[in-house]
């Protein structure tokens, strides 16, 4: 990470509430197949989504080999 993009998301801290950014840190930590969806109105975040994917083995027939 360069130094703009560190000075940025310092910034980005500061105008994040912490419920929200205590939020994202927590869904981005649990998710394990999926995507977290950030819902934005007037500049300002709304809503957070999480999609998360279950996967299971192949149910198909057993290979052989």
């Not at 000075?7 to 939020?23: D, F, M, N, Q, S």
């Amino acid at each position: 990470m360069d130094l703009a993009t560190a000075e940025k998301l310092a910034e980005a801290r500061h105008a994040l509430p912490e419920e929200v950014l205590g939020t994202l840190v927590r869904l981005i930590r649990e998710v394990r197949f999926g995507s977290i969806e950030i819902v934005v109105h007037e500049g300002r975040i709304t809503q957070i989504e999480r999609r998360e994917k279950v996967r299971f083995a192949s149910s198909g027939p057993p290979r052989k080999g």
